[in-house]
């Protein structure tokens, strides 16, 4: 994996990881089998040094995942365009590690987390959802590798 080429912009693993926790959607990126890069905006939940996303049972992502797990995921924060000085204020925390599929109580337990963080008022309608679309909902982790943080101000 390349260094960080800009070290002066680079932030530490604990602003990388609030930027994770506190970021509304992030953008995944995968590699087909003919090695066309794939990148596709999703809500996620960050836990424990992984990342959880749910999706339908079958798609272009999961294609790739299966026949390459490795991923990469990015989720920018605050932006800013800064015109007089050609350039912009932002924050972003890109992510690599491998994809798969969980199960059982760790499944139930990510589309929690996801309904915690997205719909909290709507918890008990969120269960009976979770519960309709059970066969239909598959969830990804990616167990994190690597964090890394960058933030630009002008």
Not at 69 to 96: H, I, L, Q, W
């Amino acid at each position: 994996m390349k260094k960080m080429r800009r070290k002066d912009k680079q932030t530490g693993t604990e602003e990388a990881v609030r930027l994770l926790v506190n970021g509304e959607y992030g953008i995944l990126s995968t590699v087909d089998n003919d090695r066309q890069p794939y990148g596709v905006p999703l809500n996620y939940v960050f836990k424990g040094n992984n990342i959880y996303f749910h999706c339908a049972l079958t798609g272009h992502k999961i294609d790739n995942i299966a026949s390459n797990p490795r991923v990469s995921f990015c989720v920018v924060g605050k932006t800013k365009v800064v015109p007089s000085m050609f350039s912009s204020d932002y924050e972003s925390a890109v992510v690599f590690g491998v994809a798969s599929e969980v199960g059982g109580q760790e499944r139930y337990d990510a589309l929690i987390w996801l309904l915690e963080k997205y719909s909290p008022e709507y918890i008990d309608e969120g269960k009976t959802h979770i519960e309709k679309y059970d066969d239909v909902t598959k969830v990804i982790k990616i167990s994190i590798d690597v964090i890394t943080g960058k933030r630009a101000s002008t």
